[in-house]
């Protein structure tokens, strides 16, 4: 059978996908007319020659340093630091105004720590221990007390030496002992420590038996201090010195 031969650079493609054999060719083929690659070819310079005359459209140019429309310019203005340094002055001056002039006690109860205070100035920092927090119930149905440390502005209403502490009702209900009837039964001497500074409502700042515990939040509300803090602040406070409990 004659072999029909296609001249090399005729403009006739083979069929999509058809396979070429002619001799030394062993390929898949699909063949662009140079006709139409020419075309594809004009077409692409003249947009390059277009975007290359009269561009994108786009027009960029940098901001000058001074324009409104700057990132520094939209930043608020700085606030006058002579009208701030007198707003600071006018605060300090309204809080020292509130500050008690003698001696007055802060206690930290969060951190534990009682801070004797003559005006500004720290005359003692020291460890205490403040309300547990911890709920106490009478059986079931019966009464229940919370042992915290209420917060606030008090004053020194009494000042004891060797005070004695009178059991209330939850005492033997967490000790787990019937409540007497007896008042006298009530009466426990020495748990207190040598001195009271008697604060109303039953909460005193006293001292302790077990001062390994002082810095623990372990007391039914009243404040403890150990033995030489709760001497000084006993000599340095006289009745109606401020506490204030926060």
């Known amino acids: 059978m004659p ?6 650079d005729a403009d006739v493609p083979f069929p999509a996908g058809a396979l070429d054999r ?3 060719r062993v390929a898949i083929v699909a063949v662009v007319p140079r006709s139409r690659v020419a075309r594809i070819a004009i077409a692409i ?6 975007v290359v005359v009269w561009g994108t459209g ?9 324009d409104g429309r700057s990132i520094a310019s939209a930043a608020p203005a700085p606030e006058n630091p002579a009208r701030l340094r007198s707003e600071r002055d006018k605060l300090a001056a309204a809080l020292r105004k509130k500050t008690p002039s003698g001696h007055y006690i802060v206690v930290d109860q969060t951190n534990n720590r009682l801070y004797l205070k ?4 720290t005359v003692l920092s020291a460890v205490c221990s403040a309300g547990s927090g911890m ?3 009478e059986g079931e149905g019966g009464r229940s007390w919370i042992f915290d440390t209420p917060r606030g502005a008090f004053k020194v209403r009494n000042k004891i030496e060797n005070p004695v502490w009178r059991k209330p009702d939850w005492a033997f209900v967490e000790e787990n002992k019937p409540i007497p009837a007896d008042p006298s039964e009530r009466l426990e001497y020495g748990s207190l420590g040598e001195y009271g500074l008697y604060l109303g409502d039953g909460y005193l700042i006293h001292g302790t038996l077990y001062e390994r515990l002082l810095g623990r939040s372990v007391t039914h509300g009243c404040i403890r201090l150990g ?3 709760l001497r000084q602040v006993y000599r340095e406070t006289r009745i109606g010195t401020p506490v204030f409990i926060f």
């Not at 072999?3 to 090399?8: G, H």
């Not at 786009?58 to 001074?66: I, K, S, T």
């Not at 003559?118 to 100035?121: I, L, W």
């Open 45 to 50: 310079v003249a947009v390059v020659a277009a």
């Open 118 to 121: 003559r005006g500004e100035e």
């Open 22 to 24: 002619r001799p030394g």
């Open 3 to 8: 072999e029909t031969r296609i001249p090399r």
């Open 227 to 229: 033995r030489d803090d």
């Open 135 to 137: 709920i106490l119930h």
């Open 58 to 66: 786009y027009v960029y140019r940098p901001m000058a340093a001074d």
